[in-house]
């Protein structure tokens, strides 16, 4: 139901203010249907259910948006999570451009990245390897000078390096994960989801009809290092 900012006013005391989405053509709040919070080099960015993306500069006080209108490889305007990354830890004096924001959606994972000249979108899906275009969660972890990002999707949690996807699915006893986070000692923990299959009762009263399933939470896991695989906690 829209946002709610803690802010300072003018009289010095600090107070909640509310920000709901203005009519149509009104610049503000794309959607109150808002799903995910994240501040990119120095705005605040707000995913919608079905309005994309809004992002709130706090200098100006101004609203822009981000959508499958004005952003062709926006494959959706429904956005699951937004995942800012910082620079990598071995460049020396990292910049603005150094900074990356992965959007989670249903449809696929979005990269804005900066290229040789400017911001670009680049979107993943199923055409670049992934299991599933519906993507839970991203996350990226900096490790021996390499960089890794992890897609959770709906099936299966797989790690990217830049070049090979691999699968982590069945690992920890989990298939994906809600979500994935990288803490600041460069360990990665998932919100762990494994799939139980469902039986189908057929006419003949024979269970082993099968087919689909559904995600139970099992907990939290971290990606240990000291050992193969990755460990419960």
Same mark, same amino acid.
């Given at each position: 139901?829209?946002?709610?900012?803690?802010?300072?006013?003018?009289?010095?005391?600090?107070?909640?203010?509310?920000?709901?989405?203005?009519?149509?053509?009104?610049? $503000? @709040?794309? =959607? &109150?249907?808002?799903?995910?919070? !994240?501040?990119?080099?120095?705005?605040?960015?707000?995913? *919608?259910?079905?309005?994309?993306?809004?992002?709130?500069?706090?200098?100006?006080?101004?609203?822009?948006?981000?959508?499958?209108?004005?952003?062709?490889?926006?494959?959706?305007?429904?956005?699951?999570?937004?995942?800012?990354?910082?620079?990598?830890?071995?460049?020396?004096?990292?910049?603005?451009?150094?900074?990356?924001?992965?959007?989670?959606?249903?449809?696929?994972?979005?990269?804005?990245?900066?290229?040789?000249?400017?911001?670009?979108?680049?979107?993943?899906?199923?055409?670049? $390897? @992934?299991? =599933? &275009?519906?993507?839970?969660?991203? !996350?990226?972890?900096?490790?021996?000078?390499?960089?890794? *990002?992890?897609?959770?999707?709906?099936?299966?949690?797989?790690?990217?390096?830049?070049?090979?996807?691999?699968?982590?699915?069945?690992?920890?006893?989990?298939?994906?994960?809600?979500?994935?986070?990288?803490?600041?000692?460069?360990?990665?923990?998932?919100?762990?989801?494994?799939?139980?299959?469902?039986?189908?009762?057929?006419?003949?009263?024979?269970?082993?009809?099968?087919?689909?399933?559904?995600?139970?939470?099992?907990?939290?896991?971290?990606?240990?290092?000291?050992?193969?695989?990755?460990?419960?906690?």
């Amino acid at each position: 139901d829209g946002l709610r900012f803690y802010e300072r006013g003018a009289n010095g005391g600090y107070g909640w203010r509310t920000v709901k989405a203005p009519p149509r053509g009104v610049n $503000g @709040l794309g =959607s &109150n249907k808002t799903t995910a919070l !994240a501040l990119f080099l120095g705005e605040l960015w707000v995913g *919608t259910q079905d309005s994309g993306i809004s992002i709130y500069n706090f200098d100006t006080r101004d609203w822009r948006e981000v959508n499958t209108t004005n952003t062709s490889q926006l494959p959706t305007n429904s956005i699951t999570r937004l995942s800012p990354i910082g620079p990598d830890p071995t460049i020396a004096n990292p910049g603005p451009t150094h900074h990356v924001m992965w959007v989670s959606t249903p449809s696929g994972g979005l990269r804005y990245a900066y290229g040789r000249i400017n911001w670009i979108w680049t979107l993943f899906n199923t055409q670049d $390897g @992934l299991p =599933s &275009n519906l993507i839970r969660d991203i !996350a990226v972890q900096f490790r021996n000078g390499e960089r890794y *990002t992890w897609f959770a999707t709906d099936q299966f949690l797989v790690r990217w390096d830049g070049t090979t996807i691999v699968d982590y699915a069945g690992t920890c006893d989990m298939h994906t994960a809600e979500r994935v986070f990288v803490d600041n000692r460069n360990h990665v923990w998932f919100a762990g989801l494994k799939i139980i299959p469902a039986l189908v009762i057929g006419d003949d009263g024979d269970d082993t009809d099968g087919g689909g399933g559904a995600l139970s939470p099992i907990g939290l896991c971290r990606l240990s290092y000291k050992g193969l695989g990755l460990t419960t906690w």
